[in-house]
């Protein structure tokens, strides 16, 4: 099956840039290379607005962020989608998965909750919350 066009193309100017693969680098490593790459695609979709908070987790609390595309009518109570961001739950993090957390609070039109669960666990050698 052929790619999308639009993956064919970011695929190609990953090649072009002639960076190491992930599996070559260190974790701390990785998560920069990463940053930097998804910095070069990134579109910073408007929202309504953004929070960060931190709830209890094993271990630490573990940072979210919440994206209302905007104020619910009276009475309405919008929809909620819990985002893992990728990443392997090493590379990715709040920041990476930023732009697709805006576009699909905007498109779905629903509340997103993008939890950093893995780079929590990561970071403190707690295990994930959730099987794995």
């Known amino acids: 099956m052929p790619l999308d066009p639009q993956i064919e193309f970011v695929i ?5 840039a002639n960076a190491p693969e992930f599996w070559q680098l260190t974790p701390d490593q990785a998560r920069e290379q ?9 579109v910073k979709e408007p929202i309504l ?19 209302t595309p905007r104020e619910a009518r009276p009475g309405e109570k919008l929809p909620v989608l819990l985002w893992f961001h ?3 739950f090493v590379i990715g993090s709040i920041d990476t998965h930023d ?13 997103v909750v993008s ?5 929590a666990g990561y ?3 707690t295990s994930l919350p959730f099987p794995h």
Do not use: F
């Not at 990463?34 to 990134?42: D, E, G, H, T, W």
């Not at 939890?115 to 780079?119: E, K, N, P, Q, S």
């Open 12 to 16: 190609g100017l990953v090649k072009k």
């Open 34 to 42: 990463y940053s930097l790459r998804v910095a070069k695609l990134a």
């Open 49 to 67: 607005r953004t929070e960060d908070r931190r709830i209890p987790g094993p271990g630490s609390h573990i940072p979210i962020r919440i994206y």
């Open 86 to 88: 990728g990443g392997g």
């Open 99 to 111: 732009s697709v957390c805006r576009m699909l609070a905007n498109q779905a039109d629903c509340i």
């Open 115 to 119: 939890a950093d669960v893995g780079r």
């Open 123 to 125: 970071r403190t050698g």
